[in-house]
């Protein structure tokens, strides 16, 4: 008897050492790692494939431009090659149904971890993900170091290439905000500091920027949803979305801060990076309207 207790202690002690390996258990992020979570929040275009002429990388996000309607004059934001302001237009997943596929050098942990991540997206849309089979249009996620984390917006035509792209590093796999973030680009969703009525809220500092970030801050208005301000969720800081303070700095000083009767939010601004964030009941809302409420 004592040694079979003495076994089901041992296997509750090892399982337990186990879970704590689980990507669900997230810490506090150290100084040194925030940054580095920074610097992969900028996608690196040198280590990228050759991009085609109609995709636009943005930050963290690659922008087809035949999704943006009537834009304005092109690189009038730096030489991100994008509109100061344009109408744009996501190219949705047929039925909210996104295929994944995986890059054989992710583990099955880091695949649930992101399947977990993909399933708050749909608790109020018509929208899930689900393992590729054979679906011709699919997200391709690879877990490539020195490229930083970064995701196709919307469905990419397939004219221009056969599948969306999706890096995820191994430090943008240790939180949730993050996988939960590229995966709302690629269902169509653009940064929530990029909204048309953004300048209300938030002071935009470009002179703090890397030129190749001045792009993620684009203004966007989206063009299925109402143009009507008081039937539009409203200004979400705390959208996992939106950026936080020192996104894209080059000087370690604040790229963008709220206006002043804001200034208690700057805090909660961007979340993510805080351990265990995902989208927030506004982002579900935005992802419904586009795909429709269940």
Same mark, same amino acid.
């Given at each position: 008897?004592?040694? +079979?207790?003495?076994?089901?202690?041992?296997?509750?002690?090892?399982?337990?050492?186990?879970?704590?390996?689980?990507?669900?258990?997230?810490?506090?992020?150290?100084?040194?790692?925030?940054?580095?979570?920074?610097?992969?929040?900028?996608?690196?275009?040198?280590?990228?494939?050759? +991009?085609?002429?109609?995709?636009?990388?943005?930050?963290?996000?690659?922008?087809?431009?035949?999704?943006?309607?009537?834009?304005?004059?092109?690189?009038?934001?730096?030489?991100?090659?994008?509109?100061?302001?344009?109408?744009?237009?996501?190219?949705?997943?047929?039925?909210?149904?996104?295929?994944?596929?995986?890059?054989?050098?992710?583990?099955?942990?880091?695949?649930?971890?992101?399947?977990?991540?993909?399933?708050?997206?749909?608790?109020?849309?018509?929208?899930?993900?689900?393992?590729?089979?054979?679906?011709?249009?699919?997200?391709?996620?690879?877990?490539?170091?020195?490229?930083?984390?970064?995701?196709?917006?919307?469905?990419?035509?397939?004219?221009?290439?056969?599948?969306?792209?999706?890096?995820?590093?191994?430090?943008?796999?240790?939180?949730?905000?993050?996988?939960?973030?590229?995966?709302?680009?690629? +269902?169509?969703?653009?940064?929530?500091?990029?909204?048309?009525?953004?300048?209300?809220?938030?002071?935009?500092?470009?002179?703090?920027?890397?030129?190749?970030?001045?792009?993620?801050?684009?203004?966007?208005?989206?063009?299925?949803?109402?143009?009507?301000?008081? /039937?539009?969720?409203?200004?979400?800081?705390?959208?996992?979305?939106?950026?936080?303070?020192?996104?894209?700095?080059?000087?370690? /000083?604040?790229?963008?801060?709220?206006?002043?009767?804001?200034?208690?939010?700057?805090?909660?601004?961007?979340?993510?990076?805080?351990?265990?964030?995902?989208?927030?009941?506004?982002?579900?809302?935005?992802?419904?309207?586009?795909?429709?409420?269940?």
């Amino acid at each position: 008897m004592k040694k +079979l207790i003495l076994f089901i202690s041992i296997t509750v002690l090892f399982l337990a050492f186990q879970n704590c390996g689980e990507l669900d258990v997230e810490f506090e992020t150290s100084s040194f790692e925030l940054n580095s979570l920074r610097q992969d929040l900028s996608a690196d275009m040198d280590g990228m494939e050759e +991009l085609h002429e109609n995709l636009k990388l943005s930050g963290d996000m690659i922008v087809d431009t035949d999704n943006l309607e009537e834009p304005p004059e092109v690189g009038s934001f730096g030489m991100s090659g994008l509109p100061s302001t344009g109408y744009y237009r996501p190219r949705k997943w047929a039925g909210g149904i996104m295929p994944v596929k995986f890059a054989s050098n992710i583990s099955t942990k880091k695949k649930k971890f992101f399947m977990k991540q993909c399933k708050k997206w749909g608790e109020l849309a018509k929208f899930k993900c689900v393992y590729r089979k054979n679906q011709e249009q699919y997200v391709f996620v690879t877990n490539k170091e020195g490229l930083g984390c970064y995701s196709d917006l919307g469905r990419v035509h397939k004219a221009i290439i056969p599948y969306n792209r999706m890096n995820l590093t191994n430090n943008c796999f240790k939180r949730s905000g993050v996988v939960a973030h590229e995966i709302g680009h690629a +269902l169509g969703l653009i940064h929530e500091h990029q909204r048309p009525d953004r300048n209300k809220y938030v002071e935009v500092r470009k002179e703090n920027m890397k030129e190749s970030d001045k792009g993620a801050y684009t203004k966007y208005k989206y063009s299925e949803l109402p143009t009507d301000e008081t /039937k539009q969720t409203s200004y979400d800081f705390e959208s996992i979305m939106h950026y936080e303070a020192y996104a894209g700095t080059k000087n370690n /000083k604040r790229t963008m801060v709220p206006r002043p009767e804001y200034r208690h939010l700057r805090d909660d601004m961007g979340p993510m990076f805080v351990p265990g964030a995902g989208p927030t009941t506004k982002d579900k809302r935005v992802a419904a309207r586009i795909y429709g409420y269940k």
